[in-house]
């Protein structure tokens, strides 16, 4: 089992669909991240949250909508999508959040398309 | 602004060549931390190295090793007799050093180099 899991592994959706992303981290971490990976394009950072708290909104539309009921899931809620939002979400949890050195270990991410 | 520039966007190489993987990143932070990842097929990225700015020892790690030039901003990863298992899409990450904790994983990635290795 690895120690970040994250489902769907695949996701196909219309732009008015509302659907989630889960992720969870089975390693005891006190952060948790969503990444964006588009094609030819370096990951963006999109969402941290510190100990249950959002400490980072890297300016991501309103049309995702992150979660965190506790510090082992992270949820991406997507609702009225748009076809760039097309990409590998990828999520990601550490131990020391925000001193720059943390060590990340990221999920498979999630591939999804909306059509 | 930070940068991180892999210049090399694909490499072939045969079974038990070496490759060097190039990686230049540009901050205006004193302090700072280098990172190299490594994505194999399955997506997940797994980390391999972290490097402080200020060590710029060199370091191996197995067939692994990283040449870290601070005075030409070049953190360079080369893989000794590359096997056909590492092939996957490298990435480099610049982080800022930050004391106090408002870092929160700002990690600046590279565009990633795809690696092929042929039997």
């Known amino acids: 089992e690895t120690g970040v899991t994250q489902t769907p592994r695949h996701l196909v959706m219309g732009m008015t669909n509302k659907k989630s992303l889960k992720c969870e981290q089975h390693?005891?971490?006190?952060?948790m991240y969503w990444y964006k990976q588009s094609a030819k394009k370096p990951l963006e950072l999109m969402f941290v949250y510190s100990l249950e708290e959002r400490v980072e909104n890297n300016s991501v539309p309103s049309r995702f909508s992150p979660e965190c009921p506790n510090s082992s899931h992270l949820f991406l809620h997507l609702h009225t999508l748009q076809p760039e939002d097309s990409a590998l979400y990828l999520c990601?949890?550490?131990?020391?959040?925000?001193?720059?050195?943390?060590?990340?270990?990221f999920g498979s991410g999630t591939q999804l398309s909306v059509l | 602004a930070q940068k991180v520039t892999q210049a090399q966007t694909e490499i072939s190489v045969v079974e038990k060549e070496d490759v060097t993987l190039d990686c230049v990143y540009e901050?205006?932070?004193?302090?700072?931390?280098l990172f190299w990842y490594k994505q194999p097929p399955s997506g997940e990225l797994v980390f391999l190295i972290r490097?402080?700015?200020?060590?710029?020892q060199n370091e191996i790690s197995g067939r692994y090793s990283w040449n870290f030039q601070k005075s030409t901003s070049s953190f360079n990863f080369t893989i000794t007799a590359s096997q056909v298992v590492d092939s996957a899409v490298y990435f480099c990450?610049?982080?800022?050093?930050?004391?106090?904790?408002?870092?929160?994983?700002?990690?600046?990635f590279g565009q990633g180099t795809i690696l092929t290795v042929h039997p």
């Open positions: 990450a610049l982080g800022p050093r930050e004391a106090g904790g408002t870092s929160y994983g700002k990690l600046t």
């Open positions: 390693l005891g971490h006190n952060a």
């Open positions: 490097r402080n700015s200020f060590d710029e």
């Open positions: 990601a949890s550490s131990q020391t959040p925000g001193q720059g050195k943390e060590k990340l270990f």
């Open positions: 901050t205006r932070d004193t302090t700072y931390y």
